[in-house]
């Protein structure tokens, strides 16, 4: 049933240059885009992976984003900076945004960089992994569209709103979490539509407000926050700072410009990036110390530590390659047929 | 049964200052903390109103608060602040970094403020509200005792770690949250002991890391976050950026420390605060009316928009006074008899 392709790292990062190139994406955008996708299968695969390529051709072809964008870089504050992206896809706007975001981190401890006018399709964990990368504390946010009620209500206000974390751990990978503030992924709903299985309790509302386990009703009714009013109260956060503080849409809007076409969310990213040795300063030995200190704590006595699992797969996919549905590359082939 | 005293804000702070004085604490402290505890009555009472005295006056009698702390201001970088509190109470050394937190924000966009080597007794939303009232954004966190299990765990990792977050609303109060990122706080469970009631399920397991409801099994147990491993990984952000980040404890640490003594817990707090105006530039009162239309759809369909229980609160304290307990002014009455 489950019939697979094996691919490299390379046959499958040329594979996807190649379909973005014939998609017609700008040759500046092609590594970038390519980078996050193939991260995306490298180290889990699933909706993250190789299938944001749909995502991605779906969204060039209704033209919501500007396969030709040319990101600019503005400096906003000593300490801020923004990436108008031009109505691209995110992550060329992120790769010219970065540099600028870890110098203003490093001269003033502490920087944000706005990502504004942009079609994400991705996670967040490459963004604040790379900052972590940098020896930088990390934090990401984004609206999306306003599927999501809050806590108590019935009609949609935000967006899965992802929130991602990254600290830098000496001589290991970054610890990185990235989640959304929904109680679950829409994709997650979809795939029990499709299953024809019920929802877990909590993940949803019908029209009326009611709680409810029919991943229909939830479709046509909202979806709900994680965690109850506590969740909802990081998603309104989520809204706002990576929404209008950013000068950028709210899901609401986000979704009202989309028109029910269904393509990536156009918005902003806010990415704050802090350098963790300046408050630390002397003690800086001893504190990194401790903060490994609090991940034995969780690992050893067996909880999980969000990101352990990525990594995990990432060392296969690198060493091994990776076994990619011949059914997905079936369909990504097609994109470029006829 | 439930026998009151009426008092006015005035007549409230004068008894809180004399008890405070009488106490021994130098006199530079006095106004700060009398300021918290009395906003905390004044905004709906409780563990956080005039409770908090007794608290006060607990860790200072076991010296664990440096009664004649003196605070210093030291600028960190550019973006940066640290006001090391000298082991006193936080609520000067917020007062006296505040100013230059506020400053470096609109300067840079961006600025961080930590309070190092402090006695942390109050909730966060006061100061979180201050720098909202500044016109700027504002997110604080501070990690407390090692109480709380990550999720799939049984022993205590984190704190009850709150995180709280303020924006500004031009013409109203600010929208402010605040809460802890354990399921509930360790006072909700003392309660629930003292009066023999069932917890609800979901907030501790016992010392083997079963789920109980039994109060007496989650305090010999652990606490447990609040919304899965999601909260769990926001609890563990918070015990980062608080703890070895800006160069202080963990709540491990702390409650090391603390040997079991129960004073309010050492460490630190992390304050950023953000100048929206800049991002938003000169589309900022349509980002801002964005941000009410969120607000709008949060209320207008019933559901509750967190602090305006609190604000509600405040106008009645301010036009009618406050109903103390007896029973409390007289535990507020003994500290200093005798």
């Known amino acids: 049933m489950s019939e697979t392709v094996h691919h490299s790292l390379e046959s499958l990062r040329a594979l996807i240059e190649a379909t973005l190139r014939g998609l017609g994406l700008a040759e500046a ?27 991605v051709a779906k969204t060039m072809r209704m033209g919501t984003a500007n396969a030709q964008a040319v990101p600019k870089v503005v400096d906003v504050a000593p300490a801020m900076v923004r990436v108008d992206a031009d109505g691209g896809f995110a992550p060329l706007a992120f790769q010219l945004g970065l540099p600028v975001l870890v110098e203003k981190a490093r001269a003033g401890g502490i920087a944000a960089l706005a990502v504004n006018n942009c079609a994400h399709f991705s996670a967040l964990w490459p963004d604040v992994e790379a900052v972590a990368r940098h020896g930088l504390v990390g934090l990401a ?24 974390f990254g ?47 029919s ?9 709900l926050p994680f965690g109850g009013h506590k969740g909802s109260a990081i998603a309104a956060m989520v809204e706002l700072i990576a929404g209008p503080m950013i000068g950028d849409m709210t899901s609401a809007e986000s979704m009202a410009r989309d028109g029910g076409r269904g393509s990536a969310p156009l918005g902003g990213e806010l990415v ?42 990432r060392r296969r996919s690198e060493q091994e390659g990776m076994q990619v549905p011949r059914a997905l590359l079936d369909e990504v082939a097609a994109l470029l047929a006829g």
């Open 29 to 55: 955008h092609i590594p970038p885009v390519a980078d996050i996708i193939l991260a995306g299968e490298r180290d889990g695969g699933g909706s993250h992976g190789l299938y944001r390529l749909l995502m």
């Open 167 to 213: 600290w830098p751990r000496p001589g290991k990978d970054p610890f990185v979490f990235d989640f959304a503030t929904s109680a679950a992924s829409r994709g997650d709903i979809e795939l029990h539509r499709r299953a024809g299985k019920p929802l877990p309790e909590g993940w949803g509302v019908d029209a009326d407000g009611k709680p409810t386990t």
């Open 215 to 223: 991943p229909e009703a939830v479709l046509a009714g909202a979806m």
């Open 141 to 164: 946010c984004t609206p999306s569209h306003a599927w999501v009620a809050p806590a108590g209500g019935r009609v949609g206000v935000f967006g899965t709103n992802p929130i991602a």
């Open 272 to 313: 704050i990036a802090i350098d963790p040795t300046r408050f630390m300063g002397p003690q800086e030995v001893d504190r990194v110390q401790a903060a490994e200190a609090m991940f034995g704590a969780i690992t050893g006595q067996g909880a999980r530590l969000p990101s352990l699992r990525r990594y995990a797969a």
